[in-house]
């Protein structure tokens, strides 16, 4: 199956910006976007990026990085668009199934990645933390993307007025993207990837407050 | 299989004060824990209640309640300690396997319970949002709980230094324990329950902010 991979290198992960500047914004979102892939890459799936402009080369700025894939070891689409326009221009006349897998969950395992496309519904969808949609699985011709606003209730919604059969993969992994300062903390606890070695080598620990654990980041 | 259900009558959800009333915790802790229950009963493992007091009648104060299993359906153990010397008394003499499921998860489903208990490891953890442990499988008789801190990595190392098998359950349903007003979105996201219905007939509905859907109370 092949997996689009949406990433946007203009303006990674602007909700980050109270912790980490541009350029750590950037390299940070390049080790998870790397996560998912080396994730993909160890499934029989083939992984697609879809990118807001071409790469430049990807350095291995992660500590391990040398021995994960690349960026540009995998085919790149530019699309400049929004990411629902880019998409649904990908959709329109791909062979299905087609799956898309966000860049920015990098929790996600070869096993994680199996359990999304071994469902069989006609849509499979992946719910993020404050409902987004953070991965798909797309069997149906007609179904078109719509990142805007609860997507995941948007998703469902199209597929069951459509009487287009839907299926939620439950999973803590899929549904962990990395927007907010506090979600930095799964992936510190959860994570064995280039995304979690990023943040140690750049001064990030687990501290626990009012009973949750977050990552902090230590003064230097 | 034994499922333990700890539920802390005397003081229910108390980050959840600047949205709900000390009345209205107690009345949402109870629909939470009646959707665990339910989940459970509608597998064949047994739930008992492991309580912090004798339990007042549950009455069905949430929309539907009166279809749903009450909280004196079950079995209960009254242990005021703390939930780590209460849930440990129990692990003493207890048979194996057994499983502690907390009163807090309210989007387990059926399904769910029975992804946790198919796990074949001595120690199965689900674990919870921000580092914590919300479900665990035990089949080791000297495994013991230790709730405090990240209690998630505690427990894991605890498994892994006595050489006992442990696994790992990648479940959102079972990650997702309410303990902060942001969680709450959640659970009228994905939530078909008690707990869900009682946001609803309580004044919170979603709303987006930010990119994220969160519940919000409208004002009366």
């Known amino acids: ?3 689009l991979v949406p990433f946007d290198i203009d303006r990674p992960k602007t909700r980050l910006a109270s912790v980490l500047d541009a350029a750590e914004r950037r390299a940070f979102a390049v080790a998870m976007c790397r996560d998912v892939l080396s994730a993909i890459s160890e499934t029989p799936h083939r992984a697609e990026l879809l990118v807001t ?10 500590p391990g990085g040398e021995r994960a894939p690349r960026l540009d070891d995998f085919p790149e689409t530019v699309d400049d668009r929004p990411l629902t326009e880019a998409v649904n221009a990908r ?8 799956a898309i897998l966000m860049a920015d969950v990098p929790l996600v395992t070869p096993a994680t990645v199996s359990r999304l496309t071994d469902c069989s519904a006609d849509v499979v969808i992946a719910p993020g933390l404050g409902g987004g949609t953070n991965a798909l699985v797309v ?7 719509s990142y805007h606003d609860t997507s995941y209730l948007t998703h469902r919604e199209q597929a069951q007025t459509s009487d287009t059969s839907v299926e939620t993969v439950d999973s803590f992994r899929l549904a962990l993207d990395v927007d907010d300062p506090e979600d930095l903390g799964e992936v510190l606890l959860h994570g064995d990837g280039l995304a979690a070695a990023w943040l140690r080598s750049n001064g990030f620990e687990l501290e626990e407050r009012d009973g949750r654990t977050r990552a902090v980041r230590r003064s230097e």
Request: overall charge negative.
């Open 1 to 3: 199956m092949r997996i």
């Open 53 to 62: 402009a071409p790469l430049e080369a990807s350095s291995a700025d992660a």
């Open 91 to 98: 959709l329109t006349d791909a062979d299905r199934p087609i």
């Open 139 to 145: 069997r149906d011709t007609e179904f078109r993307v």
